[in-house]
């Protein structure tokens, strides 16, 4: 019996090892890329530098310029916001050339996940390709959203109203469930009473919005019509509406330095209290910068048309730096024009730069604000949409995801199957779920993303780049 229980154990240690091999080898091994190959790819390489610039100046500058400076300069950072914004845009550059480095010498779409993929091994590229489908998913359905708001408040509320009249509240709905259910016990009104008591307060408050949204389920459909058009199109369709935006920025910047009043930023009262351009301290202007990070998420992806640009080693480069130029540049001048025209502490967090022309008497200026933040949304938009496919035909490719999600359409030269469910997946949660959560959940998956894609360089730096005999990046694990 002693030999026996012996063996076992043998045998079990010997199992254990092979088995704890296997998923080492299976969760670490690298992806390595045929350098005679890098090239090859089933999608179509039609895109110019000008449109991946486009399309990355259009996925960061978003309604979210209108809307986050307002509320930095009121609350965090004062007229230091123009600091604020050139050190956020410093360490978004950093960032951004990471994914320009990994771009040029790994043309494939994917994005991070390739890059993660490449450099740490399958189990970290894995995690960080859920991340990145559900940050685009997600951030899809946060700028859909609004964008419908942003629309019914326009029209007074009118859209909002009448889709409230067709759909209705979650809590009215619920009701009329609990109205149906038939239960079969001595007190039916209790029971039903608590179990609308759960539904309502424990989840539909927690996630769902009030009433869901028609509007930003319709304007993801509407976009991800475009995107399953082709690559051209949908790049097209967000270069119109990104010149749009940059002319209403070239607009507010100009027009708004006519009003420009510099003892703004010199030292001034506020209720007996002296402030200057740095009213919250240096710690608000770092403070400041943090928030402003995020006006700068979307250049990574820039790195997911990697495989559908002509000249992919000098393309993506060019156009991050490019992008991430013009996009600090309008983001410090428009901090400027902001804080020069009204003192901080009266700038409106919600409506900064409407209520600013306002107060300098040039009302009609809201409507021309209006045009940019609706074109800024809808660009941010197709920069998710454009992005969300491509990132799961990549994994798809790799057998991380169902292949049947790797099918490349013969005419339009894009993962259409990927695009019909991830964007109805999408087109759901807008209709169902409130900013708030979203927004939640995203900045998560973005920061995890952008650290090990860093990393990941680091650890490149420290490989060897090419075995001349086979012509295969090489890494310390299994080709695949």
């Not at 009213?279 to 943090?290: D, H, L, S």
């Amino acid at each position: 019996l002693k030999c026996f229980l012996q063996s076992l154990l043998l045998l079990t240690q010997k199992i254990s090892y092979i088995i704890m091999v296997t998923l080492g080898e299976s969760f670490f091994r690298l992806k390595t890329i045929k350098n005679v190959n890098v090239m090859e790819t089933r999608l179509k390489r039609c895109l110019t530098i000008t449109d991946i610039t486009l399309l990355g100046v259009g996925h960061m500058v978003g309604a979210g310029i209108y809307v986050l400076t307002g509320s930095v300069v009121r609350n965090i950072a004062g007229p230091s916001i123009v600091i604020s914004f050139a050190l956020a845009g410093f360490a978004s550059f950093l960032s951004a050339l990471c994914y320009a480095e990994f771009g040029g010498r790994f043309p494939k779409a994917g994005s991070a996940y390739t890059y993660v993929y490449i450099g740490v091994g399958e189990l970290w590229a894995f995690v960080v390709g859920w991340n990145i489908i559900l940050e685009h998913m997600l951030g899809a359905a946060a700028v859909a959203r609004s964008w419908s708001g942003y629309l019914t408040s326009l029209v007074d509320g009118s859209l909002k109203n009448s889709s409230i009249v067709t759909i209705g509240h979650f809590d009215v709905c619920l009701i009329i469930v609990i109205e149906n259910l038939q239960i079969q016990t001595i007190d039916d009104s209790v029971i039903a009473a608590l179990l609308l008591h759960y539904l309502y307060y424990i989840w539909v408050q927690s996630f769902f919005a009030d009433s869901p949204d028609l509007i930003a389920f319709l304007a993801v459909v509407a976009v991800a019509v475009f995107t399953g058009l082709g690559s051209k199109t949908s790049t097209n369709f967000n270069s119109l509406f990104t010149i749009i935006n940059m002319l209403v920025i070239a607009f507010v910047v100009c027009y708004g330095f006519t009003f420009a009043d510099f003892t703004l930023w010199s030292v001034y009262k506020v209720d007996s209290a002296k402030s200057s351009f740095f009213p919250y301290g240096i710690g608000g202007t770092f403070a400041g910068a943090a928030s402003c990070f995020f006006a700068y998420i979307g250049f990574d992806g820039l790195a997911t048309a990697g495989e559908e640009a002509s000249d992919p080693a000098r393309t993506i480069p060019l156009a991050t730096f490019i992008s991430m130029s013009i996009v600090t540049v309008a983001y410090i001048l428009m901090a400027s024009a902001l804080t020069l025209m009204v003192p901080f502490w009266k700038v409106n967090p919600t409506a900064a730069f409407s209520d600013a022309f306002a107060s300098r008497g040039a009302t009609w200026a809201k409507y021309i604000v209006s045009v940019g933040a609706m074109s800024g949304m809808t660009t941010s938009l197709i920069g998710s949409m454009f992005a969300l496919p491509r990132c799961v035909y990549a994994m798809a490719e790799d057998g991380l995801i169902f292949k049947i999600f790797g099918q490349v359409n013969d005419k339009t030269q894009v993962p259409l199957k990927a695009v019909i469910v991830f964007s109805a997946i999408t087109s759901i949660i807008a209709f169902l779920f409130d900013i708030e959560t979203l927004v939640e959940f995203l900045s998560i998956g973005t920061l995890l993303a952008y650290t090990i894609v860093s990393a990941c360089v680091i650890v490149l730096r420290y490989r060897p780049a090419l075995n001349e005999e086979d012509n295969i990046i090489e890494g310390n694990g299994m080709n695949v």
